[in-house]
Nanobody, 125 residues
Framework: VQLQASGGGLVQAGGSLRLSCAAS????????MAWFRQAPGKEREFVAR????????RYEDSVKGRFTISRDNTKNTVYLQMNSLKPEDTAVYYC???????????????????WGQGTLVTVSS
């Protein structure tokens, strides 16, 4: 199984980026997908999650209204559209796959089965 994250880069505060995560060797439509991030010197944290059929999405409070998670099951890809970026959004962003579609502990990285390699997002002030 491979999850290949891309789309990171350097952007000014207020700008936008779109991250992509392409899955291979995985029945993509059977997995809920999520994005996590890890800022320098901090623990990895939950950012957003989308259910198998994209009906249900979840967001960390600080990104609500700015970030949008989506997926295209025909392309085996999950996206994270990030708008109104802030310096505190600077982090390595990881995509993750979860065989379980439901559950209250969706923010817990321990429930995820597969992880991508991460893509760096740097937001300058």
């Amino acid at each position: 199984v491979q999850l290949q994250a891309s789309g990171g880069g350097l952007v000014q505060a207020g700008g936008s980026l779109r991250l992509s995560c392409a899955a291979s060797e995985l029945t993509f439509s059977l997995y809920a997908m999520a994005w996590f991030r890890q800022a320098p010197g901090k623990e990895r944290e939950f950012v957003a999650r989308i259910s198998r059929s994209a009906i249900l999405t979840r967001y960390e409070d600080s990104v609500k209204g700015r970030f949008t998670i989506s997926r295209d099951n025909t392309k085996n890809t999950v996206y994270l559209q990030m708008n109104s970026l802030k310096p505190e959004d600077t982090a390595v962003y990881y995509c993750a796959a979860d065989r379980r579609n439901l559950g209250d502990n969706y923010y817990d990285e321990r429930r995820y089965d597969y992880w991508g390699q991460g893509t760096l997002v740097t937001v300058s002030s």
